[in-house]
Every structure is written in C-alpha cells, then in structure tokens.
C-alpha cells in the first residue's frame, strides 16, 4: 500500500499527514505536487488540511482546479482510496466525490480544540475496526466545518450508510451529542455513495504519535490498513 499526501500552496498538515503514516504507521508515503499529472503509483490519495490557495475564494473551491485533482477524480471513479481531512474534506465537496458541503462555523469563530467523535457505522474503511460505543478524541481545527446538505441528501446518507462519524460529548455518555460547529446531524465526517471516498472534518494525523499525549487517530488508520493490506 502506497499513500499519497497531496500538496497545494497553503497546506500546514500535509508534514503531519506523512509523519504519522511513515513514521507512526510504517508505511511508504509520497507528496504529490499540485500542479503534477502523475499519482506516482498511489493507491491511497490524502488530501490534508490547511487553506489551499488561501481559501480566497470559498474553502477548497480553487484547489478543487488544480491539476492533481484531475487525476484524483479519475482515481476515485476507477475505485480508487481517497480521503480528506480538514481542508481536504472540504476539496472533495467542492470537486463532487463527496455530497454536501462545509459552511462557516454556526459561531462564526475558529475552533482549535481537543474534541470527541464517534463512528456512525463499521461499514465503512476508516471505521471498520473501531468501537461504536467509543468516543475518540481528535483535534479539529477549522473555521468552516459545519456540515450542510438538503434534507434529501441527508437522508441518503443515512439509509446509505455514509456517515462516518458525528460529534460527541464525552467518552463517558454514549447518548449526548456535543455539536462543535452546527453541523447538521452532528456530522463530523462522510463517505460517497461507493463507499471508496472519505472526508473528516477533525484530524486524526494528529492524534498518532504517544509524544502529543493522545493516540485515538491510530486506531483510524489502523482500520484502513487492516482492511487494504489484507
């Protein structure tokens, strides 16, 4: 399993995407430069948080142009890997893998914290091995996150199975539900209808390495290993 950590001008975890997957994870990991043609033989496309292009425009919306991305599409359409976290998450809605979109946070502030999550479904990659009545604490950093589609696609979402993950309270009560940003649903992340396309608001790279004093991300990426590599 080959991973590929895409990188536009404006990205700032792209290096904690690749330190967690090369270093916390074992894994070949490459960049790939926005303005390339070639995947390198990639089987696992991130695309990482950050304000690509500097989110002049609307988060995501220019990058979503960029060269790479061409080659991106055409890999998730063959059914290839894709995921995006942060900013990422909010590539994919612009470029249409994935449904919905990433609003301005209902506060209208800058969230950076500690927050809880948790998995909707084990019928998806990155969810496949975690526990459903866990809470795990990822960081989020973001000022658009709030999750928005139509009723109808919602719906979709549900009966599809295409809710990753929402966000959560604490790990002590498995019923209450914290929203961090209006998110409609308490969405904290999606997948597309094939199920071969992922987006997270909240970052899971950094909750990799036992130094940062918190470990839950591994267990995502660890689902998405076991599952590729066997």
Not at 117 to 130: A, D
């Amino acid at each position: 399993m080959k991973f590929g950590v895409v990188v536009f001008p404006g990205s700032n975890c792209d290096q904690d995407l690749v330190d967690a997957l090369s270093v916390g994870m074992q894994q070949e990991v490459v960049k790939l430069w926005h303005k390339d043609h070639d995947l390198q033989g990639c089987d696992f496309i991130l695309l990482p948080g950050g304000f690509s292009y500097g989110d002049y425009l609307r988060s995501g919306a220019i990058a979503r142009f960029s060269p790479i991305m061409q080659e991106v599409v055409q890999h998730a359409n063959r059914g290839g890997y894709v995921m995006g976290i942060c900013n990422g998450f909010q590539i994919l809605t612009e470029a249409g893998l994935l449904p919905g979109a990433l609003l301005r946070n209902v506060n209208q502030k800058f969230i950076c914290d500690n927050v809880y999550i948790k998995p909707v479904t084990t019928n998806l990659l990155p969810t496949r091995n975690l526990d459903l009545n866990k809470a795990y604490k990822i960081p989020v950093a973001h000022g658009e996150g709030r999750y928005h589609a139509d009723k109808e696609t919602l719906r979709r979402l549900e009966d599809n199975d295409q809710i990753m993950f929402k966000y959560s309270s604490n790990i002590a009560d498995t019923h209450e539900i914290y929203n961090i940003n209006g998110s409609l649903l308490n969405i904290a992340g999606v997948a597309n209808e094939k199920k071969n396309v992922f987006g997270m608001m909240p970052h899971p790279e950094r909750a990799v390495d036992p130094d940062l004093g918190n470990t839950d991300g591994r267990a995502i990426f660890e689902s998405i290993l076991e599952m590729v590599n066997a």
